[in-house]
């Protein structure tokens, strides 16, 4: 039984919801403002939460923000926000997913099941990789550059993986969203975008040329170690 919390300040939105998760099985907490999620989160162990960014106290990034603090629990981020910036920030924070209402309850639902098997598949496949500026420890989920290690997000962890499963060589959009996101991923280019940019940023020795994190336009991306 996955334990899916819902955070929605809408109580039909929150009802709708926990019907159809308990129909698939789930089990379901609510919280219906900001501070009552962070609460849930760090007292009730959930295995998904499903977090609206409009909510009455917090601001819902806040309540991603201080979420990602002490849990690495896949967020689902919904928004009746359709700015890019919106989007950005929501991944920048750690949010696994972003969906935009309206919204279909199956793909939401197919969505959660995507981001629990994601969670559980986070054991390395591969031991570490060392470069002349950073070290990546698959195994123990750490990451320094220079010597001084950094944080980096259970998303950040799955993209490193899959890029450096295959050194050298190109990974194409398609094969890297459906790895790190699911099969139902495949045409969400900007995740990439955003995610290849923040890793940039605290990996690589000079961001605007990178040495390690490249991207082939309009193919894929590839890991030079």
């Known amino acids: 039984m996955t334990r899916v919390l819902v955070v929605d300040d809408d109580p039909r939105l929150l009802r709708t919801l926990s019907i159809a998760l308990r129909a698939h099985g789930d089990e379901v907490l609510t919280a219906n403002d900001g501070r009552s999620a962070v609460q849930s989160a760090a007292e009730d162990a959930p295995d998904v939460v499903i977090l609206d960014l409009g909510l009455p106290d917090l601001d819902g990034t806040e309540v991603l923000r201080r979420i990602r603090a002490g849990s690495a629990v896949p967020v689902i981020v919904l928004s ?10 929501a991944l920048d924070l750690g949010a696994d997913d972003y969906v935009t209402k309206p919204f279909g309850v199956e793909e939401l639902l197919a969505r959660v099941r995507a981001a629990v098997r994601r969670s559980g598949d986070l054991g390395p496949r591969i031991a570490a990789v060392r470069t002349d500026h950073f070290t990546l420890d698959f195994a ?23 890029l450096c499963r295959e050194p050298g060589h190109l990974v194409l959009q398609q094969d890297l969203l459906r790895s790190v996101w699911g099969p139902s991923y495949g045409r969400e280019s900007n995740y990439l975008r955003v995610y290849a940019n923040q890793l940039r940023r605290k990996l690589e020795p000079d961001p605007s040329a990178p040495r390690h994190l490249i991207t082939e336009p309009g193919l894929g991306y590839r890991f030079l170690p």
């Open 80 to 89: 009746a926000r359709h700015e890019s910036d919106d989007k950005i920030e």
């Open 140 to 162: 123990e989920r750490r990451a320094s550059v220079e010597g001084q290690e950094i944080r980096l997000t259970p998303t950040e962890w799955r993209l490193l993986e899959a």
